[in-house]
């Protein structure tokens, strides 16, 4: 063969050598794509990067960072016929609020669940002190023995078709050091929410009594927003009861915060005006309350004479000037402080678009009996008037509708609280 043949031969060689490397490799995705004998179910169809762009709507979008917002309880509850639903109550206090049940003269008795159901009351306020029941330390573990005591009143409670309002009461180191005392209030509440989440719905929450002190409303706010928060986590179904700071007046009502999606709960507030009347001579309400006699309504038949130590207090001395001089339709004793504060109070409410209860008034057993009828009555009936459920400050002690000693009721206050109940 001629040298140049040889070298045309070698060439072409070459040539077809070269496009047989650069030739794709084999298309395995024509074979892969062909429809499997049995095509999988959508969901398993993975996407992959050579997934054809016409379908993007099967790539998954990435999973969402979970919010803190509350997931929809199964059967949401109508939150202004939960607040409805309270009626009327009273407040088994002075029992497990004090430091210790029977520190301050009331045990309750099984008996006393029947009286009041009997009596024509829907609801129980049971305030409780459970911060004197629970470690001091993480995890706040509340004693296994009081929850028992707990568990005893809302059985009972629930037995005679009562209401059960379970609240925090005199937590006295958070209203000193918010703060410090923010992890161990939800920790205790925490626990309540799970021993109490599979009670039925007339079991109610009330975070806490009367805030205030250094727990200001914005603090209160804040660690009431983290409070609920934690309860929604255990239990999304039992109604909260909600209240400002100040004391729970109808002022902390006006700012209330609460964290988004949060729907099922009830707004309360306490009412006891005027304080020099609803707890003359009550040794915990400090300097001006020693005055006796204070009747109501004002004005007084014949004027009042101040307590020497009260009268150097300039409020108190320009408050019994007036209650013994000015007619009833400005007295502070008459009408228009209690109409003024409910009003405000419902403007509050509907703001916050919450049923209102007053879970607090009562007039202490200092005053004379007939200004309790009178005062209680007037309150009962301002309260029902703007469609307020309620709750008596107190069934068996200092306040007491019921006479313990005597075994049975104040007949004039339990009329004033429920006129329409004859069965006694
Ligand atoms: C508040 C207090 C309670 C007191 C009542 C009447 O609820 O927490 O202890 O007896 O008001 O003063």
């Known amino acids: 063969m001629k040298k140049w043949a040889v070298f045309l031969c070698l060439g072409l060689l070459a040539i077809l050598l070269f496009l047989t490397a650069c030739r794709p490799a084999a298309t395995p995705d024509r074979v892969e794509t062909q429809p499997p004998a049995t095509s999988p179910a959508v969901d398993d169809i993975q996407p992959t990067a050579t997934r054809p762009a ?11 960072t979970p919010q803190p917002t509350l997931a929809p309880p199964a059967v949401p509850l109508d939150r202004i016929a939960q607040g409805r639903r309270l009626g009327r109550g009273v407040n088994l206090g002075n029992a497990l609020e004090a430091p210790k049940e029977g520190e301050w003269g009331m045990v ?34 509340v004693d296994e023995d009081f929850f028992q005591r707990v568990d005893w009143v809302i059985e009972n409670g629930l037995a005679n078709g009562l209401n059960v309002v379970i609240n925090m009461h005199h937590y006295e180191e958070i209203f000193e050091k918010p703060s410090a005392h923010a992890e161990r209030f939800i920790a205790i509440w925490e626990q309540i929410a799970t021993r109490y989440e599979d009670m039925p719905d007339s079991v109610y929450f009330e975070p806490l009594n009367e805030p205030h002190g250094q727990l200001t409303q914005d603090k209160w706010m804040r660690i009431l927003g983290d409070t ?3 309860i929604r986590r255990i239990d999304n179904r039992h109604t909260l009861i909600v209240t400002g700071a100040e004391w729970g007046g109808y002022r902390g009502l006006q700012s209330l915060r609460l964290p988004e999606g949060e729907e099922n709960y009830v707004c309360t507030f306490h009412s006891y005006e005027p304080m020099l009347f609803t707890h003359q001579g009550a040794t915990w309400s400090g300097t001006g309350y020693q005055t006796l006699g ?28 007036q209650y013994n001089t000015y007619p009833y339709e400005t007295n502070p004793a008459g009408p228009k402080p209690i109409r003024d504060a409910f009003d405000r109070a419902v403007r509050a409410a509907e703001q916050q678009g919450c049923a209102l209860w007053l879970g607090e008034f009562g007039a202490f057993e200092q005053a004379d009996m ?9 309150v009962r009936e301002e309260a029902e008037a703007r469609g307020m459920s309620w709750a008596y400050w107190e069934f068996g002690s200092g306040f007491g509708v019921y006479d313990r000693a005597a075994e049975q009721w104040h007949e004039g206050l339990l009329k004033a609280l429920i006129p329409d109940v004859s069965q006694r």
């Open 54 to 64: 016409a379908t993007p709507t099967a790539i998954p979008s990435p999973t969402p």
């Open 108 to 141: 309750l008795q099984e008996e006393y669940f029947r009286l009041i159901a009997e009596a024509g009351f829907d609801t129980i306020r049971v305030p409780i002190r459970w911060s004197t029941h629970a470690l001091e330390e993480p995890p706040y573990t």
């Open 228 to 230: 609920i928060l934690a």
């Open 294 to 321: 204070v009747t109501w309504p004002g004005p007084p038949a014949t004027p009042v004479t101040m307590d020497p130590e009260a009268a150097k207090v300039s409020w108190v001395f320009s408050w019994f000037r």
């Open 370 to 378: 007939q200004s309790r009828i009178n005062w209680t009555r007037f």
